[in-house]
């Protein structure tokens, strides 16, 4: 068997773009998704892919992890977030074939189950674009946490800490304070809560300030307290708070996760299985997560196929704790499948037993949401001053 080729299918969700990667082989109807998607950088991306192309073309697409170094190592340059956010993709679409061409479900390669589903964690109103609350009003923003959970969820990750600079202003702690104890009113606790710093504070203090108003109401975990790359300084911070920290998304490479693993800086890392190098990379970092006491909670608030990497991921991993989620995001994220293993039932996603991972895209319906430039929430982050925040 040889790949033949390889192709992207771009498809609009107002505030990024979903990239999927469909790698062809020579045998008839045998072929493979993945997903690349990387926020605000679609045509960089879809770019990367075609410049790997080269590297895998006319080879035997059950080699995965052989692949995956000739990827990685016939590009000389160490790759960033693009490049390896597009590595992962043709990575996932390799385990599709293997899995379609052996007549058995992905999580079967990876060792077989180690549970029976996969619990989830969604956004605010599932992440929809269009129903978004402010937090500054508090009881509207109660209102659409209860409203997400009787969708049928036991845990909701929410922002509650503002654009911050090297200071936490006293009058938005407080706030912080009185919104976070509002929340765990409204849902009682039944509902584990997380909450996404989005690395925002530029400093240590201001980030300990946000995490110990947030702390009496038990948090399952402060995402990303400060931004990503420095693991001595996110030890240091737990080392000061009583909650649990997790980070991950940002970080790409098994150094940067070793790094977080030697220095116990965070109870959960958050590796995203479409720019880490895939299921293969995301096997690693877990390993190395597991000799250090600490659980995975896949980062995913991307697209369907992403969502199908997540939960043959999830199904096989010992130390998974939680998969994020975010299928409310557009209204035609289901629609532009023809098969959808992503079942919600208890809390929890269904495993799948369909070869591969489970999942087809409908190209005509895809087509129907075709690229644009996204829709970019950054450019609202900059200080009363005028001065730039982070994210």
């Known amino acids: 068997m040889k790949i033949t080729k390889i192709e992207t299918v771009v498809v609009n ?15 008839p109807g045998l072929y493979g998704w993945g997903e690349a998607t990387l926020e605000w950088k679609t045509r960089a991306v879809t770019g990367a892919i075609e410049d790997l192309a ?26 960033g977030s693009i490049g390896l956010t597009a590595v992962s993709g043709i990575e996932q679409a390799l385990w599709d074939i293997k899995g379609k061409a052996l007549g058995v479900p992905v999580w079967q390669l990876l060792g077989g189950k180690v549970r029976d589903k996969v619990r989830v964690y969604t956004h605010l109103r599932r992440g929809a674009v269009s129903k978004q609350v402010s937090n500054l009003d508090i009881s509207a923003f109660c209102d659409a946490v209860q409203e997400t959970v009787e969708m049928g969820y036991d845990a909701i990750k929410l922002g509650f800490v503002p654009y911050t600079g090297y200071d936490a202003p ?11 104890a509002a929340v765990r009113e ?10 996404d710093f989005h690395g925002r504070p530029d400093s240590l203090d201001a980030a300990i300030a946000y995490i110990n108003a947030i702390a009496p109401i038990q948090p399952l975990f402060c995402e990303e307290v400060i931004q990503p790359g420095d693991a001595a300084a996110m030890a240091d911070v737990a080392r000061r708070v009583n909650c649990p920290l997790a980070t991950g998304e940002r970080l790409f490479t098994l150094r940067e996760f070793a790094d977080i693993a030697e220095t116990r800086a965070v109870a959960y890392i958050q590796p995203d299985l479409a720019h880490c190098m895939g299921i293969s990379g995301g096997r690693k970092i877990a390993a190395i997560a597991e000799a250090a006491h600490m659980g995975v909670c896949p980062h995913n608030p991307m697209g369907p196929v992403a969502g199908a990497v997540a939960l043959a991921f999830d199904t096989a991993t010992t130390n998974f704790v939680i998969q994020e989620e975010a299928v409310g995001l557009v209204p035609w994220f289901e629609e532009i499948c023809s098969t959808y293993p992503l079942q919600l039932k208890d809390h929890a996603w269904m495993v799948s037993d369909a070869p591969g991972l489970g999942i087809e895209i409908d190209e005509v319906a895809a087509a129907r949401y075709p690229f644009k430039p996204e829709v970019i929430p950054a450019l609202e982050s900059v200080l009363g001053d005028g001065r730039i925040a982070n994210w």
């Open 186 to 195: 409204r849902v009682g606790d039944g509902v584990d809560i997380m909450t």
């Open 170 to 180: 006293l009058r938005a702690v407080k706030h912080v304070e009185k919104l976070a």
């Open 13 to 27: 969700a107002v505030h990024r773009n979903w990239i999927f990667v469909k790698v062809l082989t020579d045998q």
């Open 54 to 79: 080269p590297f895998v073309l006319g080879e035997d697409p059950m080699r995965i992890e052989h692949l995956l170094q000739a990827m990685m190592r016939f590009s000389f340059w160490p790759l």
